[in-house]
C-alpha cells in the first residue's frame, strides 16, 4: 500500500503543535526511516499514520483513500503498528499474544485455521521467539518482548508495517536479523515507515530516511543524499563523520564526542 | 504459571458443570429442614409421590429450589462482571466493588425501599438508575482529554464514588428511624439470599443471560485489550466502543445482582482471579469458566450461612467475605507484585 501525508499538522492539547504541516510519501515496497532528536515528533507522526491520533488539519491517505474512510478493523488487515511500549496486564503465553496478530483476519468465534496457524508459525520463526512459545509475555526480558510484539505484527500479514523503535531493546545479533526481515518483507510488496535512532541501520535497511526536526522534515530522500554532515550537524547538533563503506556500498554516520568543544 | 492447567480448562469446565448439579441438590437438601435426597427428584419433577410430605415439596419447591437458582445466577452475574471490569482495565484489583457501581447499586434500591415501597420493578429500577450514576461520574472522570482511560484515576474515583453512596445509603437509613422498611434496607446492605422468591428468579434470568452472553461476545476484545488501548485498535479493537459495551453490560449485570440479594462482596474479585490462575487469562474461558464458579460459590456459601447458626441465617456476604478476604490475602502474600 502507499501511504501519502499530506500537510499533516496536529497540537496534543490545542496548545503546542507537535507536527506543522508534514508531507511524506512511502511507496508500496518502499520503506522509509525517521529519524530525528527526542520530541520531533517520529512517535506522533506514526501515531497519526496508524489511525491512533486524528490530526488537527491535513490527512494522510492510503492507496489513494482516506484515512477516516476506514473502521479500526479494516485498518487492522492492512496495518500494523508496534509502539514503543506496550502495557500487558495478563500473563498471556507468547504464542497467545502473537495470536492476538489474527484477530482483524479471523471471526468473533471462530477457531484458528490452517491459515492462521501457519501465520502465526511463521511470525514466531521470523521473530526467533519460538523456545519462548509457552513463557508468560509479563516473565521475559524486554528485548524478547519487543521481539514478541514484532512477531505479532507479521502475524497480521499487513501490507503497511509501522514501528516506533522496534530496536532499542534489542541485542546486536537481533537488530541486524530483524532489520534484514524488513528489508526482505518491502521486497514482498510491505511498506515500511519505522522510526529509529540508529542511522547507520537505518541507512542499511530503508531506501529512504526523513530527518525530522521540530515537527516537520528537514530533509528527506536517499541515505548517501540526506546523510550528510552539515544535516546530521542541523538535525541534531552532532558532528559526525560520514561516508561510505567500500565493500558494502551503505553509508555510515560516526558521531563524534568532541561536539561541545567545538 | 501452570501452562499444563490450560490444556486441562475443558476438563475445569466439565468438572464446573457437574458441581453446579450437584450445587443444586445439595442446596435443596441443606437447611434447618433436612430434606432426603431421594425425595428431592419428586418435588422437582412433579410426580405426586406419597413418599413426600407437603411440607417438604413446598420447602423444595417454593423455597429452597428458587433460592439455589438465584444462588447461580447472582454468583454469576458477579463473578462475570469482576471478570469484566478486571479485564477491561487490565488491573486484578477491579471489580463491581471497587469501581462503586455496587454502592451506586444499593443507594438506588435503598431509595426504591424507602420511597417506592420496594416492589419488585422499582427495586432492580432503584439499583441500575444508581448504578448507572455510579458508572458515570467514574467513567466520565477517568476518561481523559486524549480519550485515553487512566486506570489509577478510576480505581481512586471508584473508591471515592463509593464511599460517597455509601454514606447517602447510611443518611438514608438515618432518616428512616426503625420501622420494617430499615430492617429492608439493612438486609439489602448485608446481602442474602433469604428473599428468593420466583418472581426475583424470573426478572433476573433474561438479565442474566444478556448480560453474560453480552460478555462473552466481547471476550475475545477484552483479550485485545490486554494489548493497550492503542494495541487493541492496532487489531482492529476500537477501545472507546468497548468500554462504553461492557460498562454497560457490567452495569446491568451488578445491579440486578444487587436488586435481587443485596451486596454480597469479594465474588467479583475473587473467583475470576482463582480462575485465571487455574485456566490462565483468556477471557472466552475465563468468563464461562467464572460464570459457573461465582455461581457454586455462592450456593456453597449460602449453604453455610443457614446451617452454621440453624435456625438463624448469617447475612451470605458475611460467609463470602470470610472465605474470600483470606484467600485473597493468601494470593497476594504467595504472587507479590506478580499479581
Known amino acids: ?68 474512510e476506514y473502521s479500526a478493523r479494516r485498518l487492522a488487515r492492512h496495518l500494523a503498528m508496534v509502539e514503543q511500549e506496550r502495557p500487558m496486564g495478563f500473563d498471556f503465553t507468547v504464542r497467545e499474544v502473537v495470536a492476538m496478530g489474527r484477530i482483524p483476519h479471523r471471526g468473533r468465534f471462530a477457531r484458528e485455521t490452517v491459515k492462521d496457524r501457519r501465520a502465526i508459525q511463521r511470525a514466531m520463526e521470523l521473530a526467533d521467539i519460538e523456545a519462548l512459545a509457552d513463557r508468560s509475555i509479563r516473565a521475559i526480558s524486554g528485548g524478547e518482548r519487543q521481539r514478541v510484539y514484532l512477531g505479532m505484527a507479521f502475524a497480521q500479514e499487513p501490507d503497511v508495517l509501522l514501528l516506533d523503535e522496534p530496536t532499542t531493546h534489542l541485542d546486536l545479533h537481533h537488530q541486524v536479523r530483524f532489520m534484514s526481515i524488513v528489508r526482505e518483507r518491502t521486497g514482498e510488496g510491505m511498506s515500511v515507515l519505522i522510526a529509529i535512532h540508529d542511522l547507520t541501520l537505518a541507512a542499511q535497511a530503508t531506501d529512504r530516511i526523513a530527518l525530522m526536526l521540530e515537527g516537520h522534515i528537514a530533509a528527506s530522500g536517499e541515505p548517501s543524499g ?23 556500498g551503505t553509508i555510515y554516520v560516526l558521531p563524534s564526542l568532541t561536539s561541545r568543544d567545538a | 504459571m501452570g501452562i499444563r492447567g490450560r490444556r486441562a480448562s475443558g476438563w475445569i469446565l466439565c468438572g464446573l458443570v457437574g458441581l453446579v448439579l450437584i450445587s443444586i441438590f445439595l442446596g435443596i437438601v441443606v437447611g434447618p429442614v433436612t430434606i432426603p435426597l431421594r425425595h428431592v427428584y419428586g418435588a422437582i419433577l412433579g410426580s405426586e409421590d406419597s413418599d413426600v ?90 476518561r481523559g482529554r486524549d480519550r485515553r482511560t487512566s486506570i489509577f484515576t478510576l480505581i481512586l474515583a471508584g473508591v471515592a464514588v463509593g464511599a460517597l453512596f455509601s454514606a447517602v445509603t447510611s443518611f438514608l437509613i438515618y432518616l428512616s428511624s426503625g420501622g ?74 451488578t445491579a440486578a445482582a444487587v436488586a435481587m440479594a443485596g451486596t454480597i462482596g469479594f465474588i467479583g474479585l475473587v473467583i475470576p482471579h482463582i480462575m485465571r490462575l487455574l485456566i490462565g487469562p483468556d477471557h472466552r474461558r475465563l468468563i464461562p469458566v467464572s460464570a459457573l464458579a461465582g455461581g457454586c460459590f455462592l450456593v456453597w456459601s449460602d449453604m453455610a450461612a443457614r446451617t452454621v447458626f440453624a435456625p438463624a441465617e448469617l447475612p451470605v456476604g458475611v460467609i463470602t467475605a470470610l472465605l474470600g478476604a483470606p484467600f485473597f490475602l493468601y494470593l497476594l502474600k504467595r504472587k507479590g507484585a506478580n499479581l
Open chain 2, 180 to 253: 420494617e422498611k430499615l430492617s429492608d434496607v439493612l438486609f439489602w446492605i448485608m446481602g442474602g439470599l433469604g428473599r428468593s422468591t420466583w418472581t426475583s428468579l424470573a426478572i433476573l434470568t433474561p438479565i442474566a443471560a444478556v448480560g453474560i452472553g453480552g460478555v462473552f461476545f466481547f471476550a475475545r476484545d477484552l483479550n485485545a485489550l490486554s494489548l493497550g488501548e492503542e494495541g487493541a485498535f492496532h487489531v482492529g479493537v476500537n477501545p472507546t466502543t468497548l468500554y462504553r459495551w461492557l460498562l454497560g453490560l457490567t452495569t446491568l449485570l
Open chain 2, 53 to 142: 410430605s407437603e411440607v417438604h415439596r413446598v420447602i423444595i419447591r417454593q423455597v429452597r429450589l428458587p433460592r439455589v437458582l438465584l444462588g447461580l445466577l447472582v454468583g454469576s452475574a458477579l463473578a462475570v462482571s469482576g471478570a469484566a471490569m478486571q479485564g477491561l482495565f487490565r488491573n486484578p484489583l477491579a471489580s463491581p466493588y471497587v469501581l462503586g457501581i455496587a454502592s451506586g447499586a444499593s443507594t438506588g434500591a435503598a431509595v426504591a425501599i424507602l420511597f417506592a415501597s420496594g416492589s419488585l420493578l422499582f427495586l432492580p429500577l432503584g439499583a441500575f438508575v444508581g448504578a448507572t450514576a455510579a458508572v458515570l461520574i467514574v467513567y466520565g472522570l477517568a
Open chain 1, 1 to 68: 500500500m502507499r501511504i501519502t501525508i499530506e500537510q499533516v499538522c496536529f497540537a496534543y492539547d490545542g496548545a503546542t503543535s507537535v507536527l506543522k504541516g508534514v508531507n511524506l510519501a512511502v511507496e508500496r515496497g518502499g520503506s522509509v526511516a525517521l529519524a530525528g532528536p527526542n520530541g520531533s515528533g517520529k512517535s506522533t507522526l506514526l501515531r497519526i499514520v496508524s489511525g491512533v491520533l486524528r490530526p488537527s488539519s491535513g490527512r494522510v491517505r492510503l492507496d489513494g483513500s482516506s484515512m477516516d
Open chain 1, 226 to 248: 540526506v546523510l550528510t554532515p552539515k544535516n546530521v550537524r542541523s538535525v541534531f547538533g552532532v558532528e559526525a563523520v560520514v561516508g561510505e563503506h567500500p565493500d558494502l
